[in-house]
T-cell receptor, first 110, second 113 residues
Framework: ELKVEQNPLFLSMQEGKNYTIYCNYS?????LYWYRQDPGKSLESLFV?????AVKQEGRLMASLDTKARLSTLHITAAVHDLSATYFCAANNAGNMLTFGGGTRLMVKP | NAGVMQNPRHLVRRRGQEARLRCSPMKGHSHVYWYRQLPEEGLKFMVY????????ESGMPKERFSAEFPKEGPSILRIQQVVRGDSAAYFC???????????FGSGTRLTVV
């Protein structure tokens, strides 16, 4: 059974600082997703990582994937208040079902 | 091209009533997935459907919950005799096939009082 764990669960940062969210998954998966969710809203797709060593960047966010370690990271550079949200990683099972991590609630303080 | 449409956005039901949640996938998408999100938690897979077929319902509670995706019309997630523990956000997602990631709808927030 595929299990996905994220840490930390809660992250309070100052604006301008860097930090990394970690996502571990328990069994082989061929795709790793990162989503953003604002309170009361749906999930916004941020990144899809398909292969070992994949790195994708969008603005202040950069995601990477190490399939051997079964680890993905979401790195935040020079955080700004607008990045405050909950971030989820998810890995896919056979048949395209996703198993989600518990989420990381990010709060960026001025 | 409209995204995945879910309605209603908010639904309040008394204990013992039935809840019907609707999901219209994106145009050209024949794969539909339902997920449930309890407060302060991640999403949990419930059921995966293709037109007129349930492909995987391993995440669906055995009683009171059912799902369908008819040839015509939206996918329906039906919860009979709702209980307080059913209060959650229910998200639908669709994809054109299994090699694609998918797009989530805005969700239906069910409150059981």
């Amino acid at each position: 059974e595929l299990k996905v764990e994220q840490n930390p669960l809660f992250l309070s940062m100052q604006e301008g600082k860097n930090y990394t969210i970690y996502c571990n998954y328990s069994t082989t998966s061929d795709r790793l997703y990162w989503y953003r969710q604002d309170p009361g809203k749906s999930l916004e797709s941020l990144f899809v990582l398909l292969s070992n060593g994949a790195v994708k960047q969008e603005g202040r966010l950069m995601a990477s994937l190490d399939t051997k370690a079964r680890l993905s990271t979401l790195h935040i550079t020079a955080a700004v208040h607008d990045l405050s949200a909950t971030y989820f990683c998810a890995a896919n099972n056979a048949g395209n079902m996703l198993t989600f991590g518990g989420g990381t609630r990010l709060m960026v303080k001025p | 091209n409209a995204g995945v449409m879910q309605n209603p956005r908010h639904l309040v039901r008394r204990r013992g009533q039935e809840a019907r949640l609707r999901c219209s996938p994106m145009k050209g998408h024949s794969h539909v997935y339902w997920y449930r999100q309890l407060p302060e938690e991640g999403l949990k897979f419930m059921v995966y459907l293709q037109k007129e077929n349930i492909i995987d319902e391993s995440g669906m509670p055995k009683e009171r919950f059912s799902a369908e995706f008819p040839k015509e019309g939206p996918s329906i997630l039906r919860i009979q005799q709702v209980v307080r523990g059913d209060s959650a956000a229910y998200f639908c997602a669709s994809s054109p096939d299994t090699s694609y990631g998918y797009t989530f709808g805005s969700g239906t927030r069910l409150t059981v009082v």
